[in-house]
T-cell receptor, first 116, second 113 residues
Framework: DGGITQSPKYLFRKEGQNVTLSCEQN?????MYWYRQDPGQGLRLIYY???????QKGDIAEGYSVSREKKESFPLTVTSAQKNPTAFYLC???????????????FGPGTRLTVL | DQQVKQNSPSLSVQEGRISILNCDYT??????FLWYKKYPAEGPTFLIS?????DKNEDGRFTVFLNKSAKHLSLHIVPSQPGDSAVYFC????????????FGDGTTLTVKP
């Protein structure tokens, strides 16, 4: 039963604390992504990784960090430097076949982070 | 500068009628386009896609049309069903970095019984 799991579903954090959001996939996908969604807005790319031990900043990487030590896992850390971290965070993965066409992304259920 | 725009935040249609969701893009390098459907508090799910070498792609009740000269695509749902009520996101990507997509802000579709 392949898919993407994100944990926890809801997360509360005190201002000034770092917090790590988990993302695991068993689809054997090379590429993984982290997005942030705010109310009434689309998905904004935070970081993405196309291969293990490599990742690139997306459009809104400031205040976030990631690691990609295993193909299956792509955790996102929301640091205290992120000024407005309350949002819905989505992780996704896709096949990576550069130059051969599109690859749709498969999304996890999301984590709602609230900073108190 | 938002490269993918969905200018209608919401759309309401009657069950059985056609739903037309629109999307405009500005980056002429985009050559793959995807539509995703999203229910509240869930992740988006892939719906249908189209390559720039085509102008139409059909999958059951869903059809996507691409007008490259106008940099415009649309998703048609016929007939619309109450279960289609969701947020629909348009996304675009380039062949050089397939998989990394730019998303629009979404259109909330409500299908009334």
């Amino acid at each position: 039963d392949g898919g993407i799991t994100q944990s926890p579903k809801y997360l509360f954090r005190k201002e000034g604390q770092n917090v790590t959001l988990s993302c695991e996939q068993n689809l054997n996908h090379d590429a993984m992504y982290w997005y942030r969604q705010d109310p009434g807005q689309g998905l904004r790319l935070i970081y993405y990784s196309q291969i293990v031990n490599d990742f690139q900043k997306g459009d809104i990487a400031e205040g976030y960090s990631v690691s990609r030590e295993k193909k299956e896992s792509f955790p996102l850390t929301v640091t205290s430097a992120q000024k407005n971290p309350t949002a819905f965070y989505l992780c996704a993965s896709s096949l990576r076949t550069p130059g051969s066409g599109y690859n749709e992304q498969f999304f996890g259920p999301g984590t709602r982070l609230t900073v108190l | 500068d938002q490269q993918v725009k969905q200018n209608s935040p919401s759309l309401s249609v009657q069950e059985g009628r056609i739903s037309i969701l629109n999307c405009d893009y500005t980056n002429s390098m985009f050559d793959y386009f995807l539509w995703y459907k999203k229910y509240p508090a869930e992740g988006p799910t892939f719906l249908i896609s189209i390559s720039s070498i085509k102008d139409k792609n059909e999958d059951g009740r869903f059809t996507v049309f691409l007008n490259k000269s106008a940099k415009h695509l649309s998703l048609h749902i016929v007939p619309s069903q109450p279960g289609d009520s969701a947020v629909y996101f348009c996304a675009a990507s380039t062949n050089t970095n397939a998989g990394k997509s730019t998303f629009g802000d979404g259109t909330t579709l409500t299908v009334k019984p």
